[in-house]
Nanobody, 126 residues
Framework: QVQLVESGGGLVQAGGSLRLSCAAS????????MGWFRQAPGKDREFVAA????????FYADSVKGRFTISRDNAKNTVYLQMNSLKPEDTAVYYC???????????????????WGQGTQVTVSS
């Protein structure tokens, strides 16, 4: 069992920045690849970014590439999402997720992840 809790969301103006955190507890955090997803009202949950268990490989959706950075600190059992140059279309609830058997080819699928946090709201105003 792995428990995930997101924090760091809030209201920010377009062009601004936020840093989301996801704190993990339970089984060994370093054994899991981690991902970030987001869901806007009335829309499907979509892949944002992922990071390998050791932090050596990162992956991003085209919509956030060059603006968002995913990282992890295994000593603190925490994964981060640094969001820069935010746009109104980034407004959504952001979720972190953990995957034990990570597959790059299917990392964008919700079913690839074993555990999910409750989400944190990010609102970007124009």
């Amino acid at each position: 069992q792995v428990q995930l809790v997101e924090s760091g969301g809030g209201l920010v103006q377009a062009g601004g920045s936020l840093r989301l955190s996801c704190a993990a507890s339970g089984r060994t955090f370093s054994s899991y690849a981690m991902g970030w997803f987001r869901q806007a009202p009335g829309k499907d949950r979509e892949f944002v970014a992922a990071i390998s268990w050791g932090g050596g490989s990162t992956f991003y959706a085209d919509s956030v590439k060059g603006r968002f950075t995913i990282s992890r600190d295994n000593a603190k059992n925490t994964v981060y999402l640094q969001m820069n140059s935010l746009k109104p279309e980034d407004t959504a609830v952001y979720y972190c997720a953990a995957s034990l058997l990570f597959n790059v080819a299917t990392m964008y699928l919700l079913n690839e992840y074993d555990y999910w946090g409750q989400g944190t709201q990010v609102t970007v105003s124009s």
